[in-house]
């Protein structure tokens, strides 16, 4: 070991502390505030544990768990993009590109290629693990809203068409969960707290 | 799939958005606030990816993964004890055994008692993986009061002798990077940020 090259890992873990500090439009449950990328990138992770059996047969779920933590860490440089905020998202790729080639890079090469790999497959929505992990980061946004009484949807208003757009991945990914969103959105239709149109 | 068994995980993961209102004593390393125990145990994910090349061979990343994910659970319920709180340590395992009793068997039976054994084996520190994964916990924290200039030592007067008792995991599990720590101390203790006794 050189210590070269545990002062980079050191450095990467320092400056990955900033993703504390990057805040989404999702609410905690008790609307005490907004959730922060880091937060939610465990609470994924959690998610995983408890609904790795919706997903298809032969899920490798350790590469799922390697998925969600690294997937937002490019927000650092690269802020958090609404959901529905259709601007924000002609140039959130490229913004995000700058960002993954700046914080992988503080590691030692073999580490970053090897982490850049796992954002870029989350981002590729191809393998069954990145398409159960997006699928859970659209669950879990879709739970805080839930717990929070409204959240993101009633603060923006946002309306069924965006929510069921937006939940597509989990229809395709975790189609058992499916009748469950659906009752969610129905049910926060029903109190206004998604705009029907 | 019964309705039940995902209505029993959904009310788990909801409740588990309890941990990120739950505070530590380190603060984040810009120093705005505390930092919580849900990005914590983010960062410790992120830690353990970036570090286990430091683990003995053989080490199961993936059940380090679970375990860290799951071992501050039980916070929710029975609070962040501090590390240097004497008095905070003498009920803190009834305190979380009766707070593990309670979150877990939120689950379904079979996932909370393959998700207690996670939480059963952090608190043992006996597997590579549980030791691995306490040394990350001790060193991150190690990180946050770097990053932060001084952090929770500074503020609650920690000496050397307990920081280093503190830090014993990382000397047991991860002795590659022990000089690494022992730096980190003799600067803070040289800047005053330790207390030398």
């Not at 946004?141 to 717990?147: F, V, Y």
């Not at 469950?180 to 029903?190: L, P």
Request: glycine share 6%; with cysteine.
């Amino acid at each position: 070991m050189s210590n070269e090259r545990l002062t980079q890992q050191m450095a990467f873990l320092l400056e990955a502390d900033k993703l504390k500090t990057i805040l989404r439009r999702t609410p905690l449950t008790d609307n005490s505030r907004q959730e922060n990328s880091a937060e939610h990138s465990w609470h994924l992770a959690l998610a995983a544990l408890t609904l790795s059996e919706y997903a298809p047969p032969g899920l490798n779920l350790a590469r799922v768990l390697e998925l969600v933590v690294v997937h937002d860490l490019v927000e650092i440089d690269a802020g958090d993009t609404f959901a529905y905020d259709l601007k924000g998202h002609e140039d959130k790729a490229l913004r995000e590109q700058a960002a993954a080639d700046r914080l992988f890079s503080l590691l030692p090469h073999d580490q970053a290629v090897q982490l850049r790999e796992r954002w870029d497959e989350f981002e590729a929505h191809t393998t069954i693990e990145a398409k159960f992990a997006n699928a859970l980061d659209r669950l879990q946004a879709l739970l805080q809203n839930l717990g929070a009484g409204g959240g993101s949807w009633s603060a923006h208003g946002v309306t069924r068409a965006q929510v069921l757009r937006r939940m597509g991945p989990v229809e395709d990914a975790l189609p058992e969960v499916w009748p469950f969103v659906i009752g969610i959105i129905d049910r926060y239709c029903a109190i206004g707290a998604i705009a029907e149109s």
